[in-house]
């Protein structure tokens, strides 16, 4: 079964203080990793698509890095508009939907 | 980008009563629709993938005589929730793949929250 972990669970940044979220993955023939970030009582907002370890992806403040088991969303000089949940998922072959991770709530303070 | 708009945002209803939730795609078609559930500090669950013109295709342990699924058109998708319960208070999201787009890249809603009474 295809299992996606998120650590921390919440995490409180001083604006400007740089960090890492993490996604631990297990899944059969990995078609895809996908971050998404998510405002309080909203939908997700897709950020990034990671295929194979060593891949990189850069929006902004923002930089995921895939490996084999685990991906990491590096937060350069959070601001506090940065804060949200940041949800990872995973995609198997085929047809089979995506897997979602618990998330990490982000807060960065002013 | 793509939108996904999904109405009412919130809803309160009394225990017994049945509540519909709308999904639409304002700018392109979207063959395959997703519903999902989600609990307070939970991931997001799916309940099923509704393919246009066809039945939905529920995940286990979803009672699909309970959440009905309805996508009669390429820019719509219903969800029904029969008598509902307290139980069944949650918020509940709607996502649509592009077509021609990465299948992960998926672009939501903005969530609907029910609240049964």
């Known amino acids: 079964e295809d299992q996606v972990t998120q650590s921390p669970e919440a995490l409180r940044l001083q604006e400007g203080e740089s960090s890492s979220l993490n996604c631990s993955y297990t899944?059969?023939?990995?078609?895809?990793l996908f971050w998404y970030r998510q405002d309080p009582g909203k939908g997700p907002e897709f950020l990034f698509t990671l295929y194979s370890a060593g891949e990189e992806k850069e929006k902004e403040r923002l930089k995921a890095t895939l490996t084999k088991k685990e991906s990491f969303l590096h937060i350069t000089a959070p601001k506090p508009e940065d804060s949200a949940t940041y949800l990872c998922a995973v995609r198997g072959p085929g047809n089979t939907p995506l897997v979602f991770g618990k998330g990490t709530r982000l807060s960065v303070i002013a | 980008g793509a939108v996904v708009s999904q109405h009412p945002s919130w809803v309160i209803c009394k225990s017994g009563t049945s509540v519909k939730i709308e999904c639409r795609s304002l700018?392109?078609?979207?063959?395959?629709m997703f519903w999902y559930r989600q609990f307070p500090k939970q991931s997001l669950m799916l309940m099923a993938t509704s393919n246009e013109g066809s039945k939905a295709t529920y995940e286990q342990g979803v009672e699909k005589d309970k959440f009905l699924i309805n996508h009669a058109s390429l820019t719509l998708s219903t969800l029904t929730v029969t008598s509902a319960h307290p139980e069944d208070s949650s918020f509940y999201i709607c996502?649509?793949?592009?077509?021609?787009?990465?299948?992960?890249?998926?672009?939501f809603g903005e969530g609907s929250r029910l609240t049964v009474l």
């Open positions: 899944v059969s023939g990995l078609r895809g």
């Open positions: 996502s649509a793949r592009v077509p021609g787009l990465e299948a992960g890249e998926l672009f």
């Open positions: 700018d392109f078609q979207a063959t395959t």
